[in-house]
């Protein structure tokens, strides 16, 4: 089992970027071998998809609220995900949730619930 934990988040204006980081680690793990992805959720709100990557990070998908916005980028040396996050709008102000899954994605989404979360990390975006 893959142990995720989520940094960057914080308090931004609209318009502004943040850039939000997943360090995995676990004694067996293989980072390589996990698709990875964001997801977001607001207060009453179920958790919605924002982003994923593919376990080789040749491929990225987005959800249509962030496309052109939000970056999602890995390092398999470093055993880490991004999430750039730019143009922030107030919409974007959520909890922020690191995922992770061997399952390759279909169709740029994962194909079951991620077997791994991080705690989450906040994200407010307010004027």
Do not use: H
């Amino acid at each position: 089992q893959v142990q995720l934990a989520e940094f960057g988040g914080g308090l931004a204006q609209p318009g502004d970027s943040l850039r939000l980081s997943c360090i995995a680690s676990g004694r067996t793990v293989t980072f390589s071998r996990y698709a990875m992805g964001w997801f977001r959720q607001g207060v009453g709100d179920v958790r919605e998809f924002v982003a994923a990557i593919t376990q080789n990070g040749l491929a990225t998908y987005y959800a249509d609220a962030v496309k052109g916005r939000f970056t999602i980028s890995r390092d398999n040396a470093k055993n880490t995900v991004d999430l750039q996050m730019n143009s922030l709008e107030i919409n974007d102000t959520r909890v922020y949730y690191c995922a992770a899954d061997v399952s390759p994605l279909l169709n740029g989404r994962f194909t079951r619930v991620p077997r791994s979360w991080g705690q989450g990390i906040q994200v407010t975006v307010s004027s």
